[in-house]
């Protein structure tokens, strides 16, 4: 059993930067391919960013050059850099792990099976 734990959101004003972390616990965190997703008020779910345990990244298109992804397989935690923020980048933020497939970067959330609690964030115009 895997837990992750999301830290870092809160509000902040167009143009700003937040970091987000996400602790994992268990021994393999190496192995395992990590995600973030996001959840806008009324939206479905949807893709951000994922990293494989070869630090392989993938990014959607409306963060690609603002967001970066990161891995600390030291300290079993991802990291979500979030520069030149958006009020359209409000959502919930969720990390993920997929354990099954750790050499895959996904955009698909059925590939994660663990998932975080979620964090807020919020960007003011």
């Known amino acids: 059993q895997v837990q992750l734990v999301e830290s870092g959101g809160g509000l902040v004003q167009a143009g700003g930067s937040l970091r987000l972390s996400c602790a994992a616990s268990?021994?393999?965190?190496?192995?395992?391919?990590m995600g973030w997703f996001r959840q806008a008020p009324g939206k479905e779910r949807e893709f951000v960013a994922t990293?494989?345990?070869?630090?392989?990244?993938s990014y959607t298109d409306s963060v690609k050059g603002r967001f970066a992804i990161s891995r600390d397989n030291a300290k079993n935690t991802v990291y979500l850099q979030m520069n030149s923020l958006k009020p359209e980048d409000t959502a919930v933020y969720y990390c993920a792990a997929d354990s099954a497939h750790g050499w895959f970067a996904s955009s698909r959330m059925d590939d994660y099976d663990y998932w975080g609690q979620g964090t807020q964030v919020t960007v003011s115009s």
């Open positions: 990293i494989n345990w070869n630090n392989i990244i």
């Open positions: 268990g021994r393999t965190f190496g192995s395992y391919a």
